[in-house]
């Protein structure tokens, strides 16, 4: 008996039907777990198309990239991650969504919150840089210019026994009538003053540093051997072996009913985006993501734990790097690092680089590769990771695939011009090719973590939104945070990017995720640049 159908199948007699896994398609080339459920945009599909916008606006023509610029002498860019600085001395994990981290960071660095993230306050997260305030830059400062202070020269004197403003000068506040006042308030009845007390007591800085600052951060070393404060070498396979336990719990199985194991539910994100830790080396950072994100495959992700001592102990990795000239550059070679990685010995965690769910290892690999190589390390074991000080992201980013970087400074170009590159180098929305960006050096939006000056940070892709069809950058801070809301504002910076606004932050730990508005983006970084 021969049965018909209304529908005969295409497929050509002989030859199979095959059909592609959407899913396993997607993860292939994105190199991560595709979500259950997708977000959908709030605007309908069919409304997402691009403005070309009319014959009035200063757009690029049509077909036509702006030309890069010529690529800068040196970048100094850099600036240590705050939180992992004070994790590394304190010995415990901060809480960095908790308003009362602010404080935290600020009493430990001795320096105002705000007056932290800008080079013109001499703050010590710039330790070993010193601004050019002609050209709003950054410059390095030699081992000479750099102090290293007792806990003693930071002890203040007792003022309990002020009573009058002349007391002041009797207790160390010389030429009290030329102090600058950094705020004055009235309130009930009472002025309320805050003095600059720098004769009364020093605080560190970009120049005067404690010896644990020194040998967390900078690249002067007084030692023959190197070795973190409160840090030691150890297999970071072992490390994260011990965490596995958890992660079981966290990501763990079904249950035979089909329902989430544990507290499964309420672990929804687990991402292994590389994260800063307590140097400078933001510039680093954020190109070892920039290649990530734009081509997953570029990356070698293969760092499986493994199951036994001896399998752990010669276990390696091979990371090919690019001579692109300059500082912070050798010759195109192939690196091979063991899985020694500096780790704090209080909190258990690598002190540098780490994943942003803090159970990858590859993240802690490719820095230590990457300052292996650059530094011309022959120890395979134990590399000085301070020596990655600051330098040049986009370059950094050439380096690691082995393409040209193209730079456009933003004085040089209009805010259409900078986002039609980023829109050139993407496809829906998303970047294919590694971008990076880095800020000026000073400035007065520069007044906490989420824009920071002399920074680098990822460039992700770009969106559109609005009645006007408002364009934005998309950004990653390598530190891996997001202020609390409150803390501060930035004109022109949506901190909290959500898939409805832009479906690529589905791919991504969204902390230190940001988009900025064009014009913003101008007046905030001093360039973006590409490397294709």
Known sequence: MVSSSSHPDPTPSGFPSTHIDVRALFEVLTGQKMPNELPLSSRAMSEDYEDLGNSNDDRPMLGKEPSPDEPPKDVNAG????????????????????????????????????????????????????????????????????????????????????????????????????????????????????????????????????????DLALPFRHDEEWEPPNGSWHNINDVLSRSIP????????????????????????????????????????????????????????????????????????????????????????????????????????????????GYETWPSLYEKAFVKWMTNTKDQDHVDMTQAHNGDPIKAMAQ????????????????????????????????????????????DMFRGSNLVANHAYSVLGWVSEGQEENQYIIIRNPWGVTEPRGLTSYAGLLDRVEPEFWPPASLLDRDGVYSVEVQAFKKYFACIGVAK
Request: net charge neutral.
């Open 79 to 214: 600036c240590i991650n705050p939180y992992a600085l004070v994790e590394s001395m304190v010995g415990h994990r901060l809480d960095r969504r908790s308003l009362h981290t602010a404080q935290i960071v600020s009493d430990f660095l001795q320096t105002d919150y705000e007056e932290l993230f800008d080079m013109k306050h001499n703050s010590v997260l710039y330790a070993g840089l010193k601004l050019n305030k002609e050209n709003r830059q950054a410059e390095e400062l030699s081992e000479k210019d750099i102090e290293i202070v007792d806990e003693q020269d930071l002890v203040t004197p007792d003022l309990s026994c002020v009573k009058t403003i002349n007391d002041l000068e009797k207790v160390g506040l010389k030429d009290l009538g030329n102090t600058r006042i950094k705020m004055a308030r009235m309130q009930n009845g009472k002025l309320r003053l805050i003095v600059d007390g720098q004769e009364l007591g020093r605080t560190v800085g970009n120049h005067d540093v404690t010896k644990t600052i020194n």
């Open 400 to 443: 690691i695939n082995g393409r040209e970087p193209r730079y456009y400074f933003t004085d040089q170009h209009s805010a259409a011009e900078l986002v039609g590159v980023v829109r050139s180098c993407s496809v829906n929305k998303r970047t294919i090719s590694p971008m990076a960006a880095w800020t000026h050096a000073t400035g």
């Open 246 to 357: 958890r992660r079981f719990m966290l990501d763990g199985p079904l249950s035979p009913y089909g329902g989430p194991l544990g507290v499964r539910e309420q672990y929804q994100h687990r991402f292994d985006d590389p994260t800063q830790g307590a140097s400078l080396n933001s510039w680093l950072i954020a190109a070892i993501f920039s290649v990530f994100w734009a081509n997953p495959a570029m990356i070698n992700r293969s760092t499986p734990l493994m199951p036994g001592q001896m399998d752990r102990d010669r276990r390696t990795l091979k990371v090919k790097f690019h001579d692109k000239g300059g500082r912070n550059n050798a010759k195109t070679d192939t690196i091979e690092v063991d899985y020694q990685i500096p780790i704090n010995n209080s909190t258990g965690m690598p002190i540098y680089a780490r994943s942003s769910d």
